[in-house]
């Protein structure tokens, strides 16, 4: 596996061995091509980077609500000194062998397009493209009164004139969680200068990710559901699909009677819709069906 800001063995649960007959189905699927991928937490465990519900499936995190962050500078001022406590390592995540494999099936034209729920732009770096990031990028900001975009590292360097020796006295404290942020004692959250937008000088800067009770943008659904409706085949890769943000995609193909292939390691939301699914991990079968379909 590769590095990241978790070790492996407590992002990745634990093996299991891959059905053969279901492994023929997919591969059969997958290679008659115009492949829509649908991408979940479980594509980037494998990175060292955590998802909401660990390798048990059970809930360990509480994440960031939107509503909290709006409404509250207190919850701003918590959300950016863990958020930048974190970053250094939650940014040196890199592509494992799942985002490496689902880039070759696309560059050999079998998978069209990705829609990711995942924050981390790790398909993109592992070379794939026309990636629709369903959920936002964690390395963009936007100022949400005047609308002025900037990019995490223009914050982290504001953060590190604002807070000096901040980073020192966070150390290594808490793990890193999904969204790149970490838990930190009280005395340091209270100490710590939040950023400012640059141009109306407010401390509404919010990353431009989607928090818990917060909405996907319209038109980014709509051309997720395009997408979807367009393909021969939606592949759901990682995704446990108890999020109605992306399930809704899988009900949608389902009602179009377009097949729907899940690839992930433990029980998921599906109700009947998956014609195949495979409780496996996803790096014991993605770069298989690119040995097997491309023959490399």
Known sequence: ??????????????????DEGAYAVLRDLVGDGHVIAL???????????????????????????????V?????????????????????????????EAVADLQHAGLIRAIITQNVDGLHQEAGSHDVLELHGNLAHATCLDCGEPTTREQINQWLALANPGY??????????????????????????????????????LKPDVVFFGGSVDK????????????ASL???LGSSLRVMSGYRFVRRAARLDIPVAVVTRGATRGEGEPIVQLDSLLTDVLPRLVTDLKGG
């Not at 596996?1 to 891959?18: D, K, Q, R």
């Not at 942020?181 to 950023?195: I, N, Y």
């Not at 709509?222 to 367009?230: C, G, I, N, P, R």
């Open 219 to 230: 038109p980014v659904v709509e051309t997720a559901f395009a997408l979807v409706e367009s």
């Open 1 to 18: 596996m590769s590095g990241g800001p978790v070790p492996s063995e407590l992002t990745v649960p634990p093996a299991a061995e891959v």
């Open 71 to 99: 409404r509250s500078a207190e919850g701003r001022k918590r959300y950016w000194a863990r958020a930048y406590a974190g970053w250094e390592r939650f940014s040196a995540a890199r592509p494992n062998a799942a985002h």
């Open 167 to 204: 980073l020192d006295r966070a150390g290594s404290t808490g793990e890193v969680q999904p969204d790149g942020d970490v838990l930190l004692p009280e005395d340091l959250v209270t100490s710590f200068r939040a950023p400012r937008c640059l141009v109306c000088g407010n401390d509404r």
């Open 39 to 69: 991408t979940g937490a479980g594509m980037s465990t494998g990175s060292g980077i955590p998802d909401y519900r660990g390798p048990d499936g059970q809930r360990r995190v509480q994440p960031m609500l939107h509503g909290e962050f």
């Open 234 to 236: 939606l592949l759901v």
